[in-house]
């Protein structure tokens, strides 16, 4: 095995994405794979984490989730849950249809 091909990570599905440990590379698969695994237990309010920094993440994962028709709308965290370095996307339920 290469340095490329690793093992899946399994992350909980619990509504909080936290991408430090991810390379900048992998948010594109990853963040509408972990939003769909969160629809479908139900979980309609998903956290992610980018952090703070220069806003590269944050404005990769934006772009990232404004095209994505089953994001209803999604803003910069309040104070408490992290602030400009986390996102708070709000999903469409499964039974509701994405336009």
Known sequence: MNSEEQDPIELPIDGALDLHTFRPTEIKELI???LAACREKGILRVRIIHGKGI????????????????????ALA???F???????????????RSS
């Open 32 to 34: 509408p794979d972990y």
């Open 55 to 74: 806003g590269n993440l944050r404005r990769s994962v934006h772009a990232i989730l404004s095209k994505l028709p089953e994001v209803k709308s999604f």
């Open 78 to 80: 309040g104070a408490a």
């Open 82 to 96: 992290g602030g400009w370095g986390a996102t708070i996307v709000h999903l469409r339920p499964l039974s509701e």
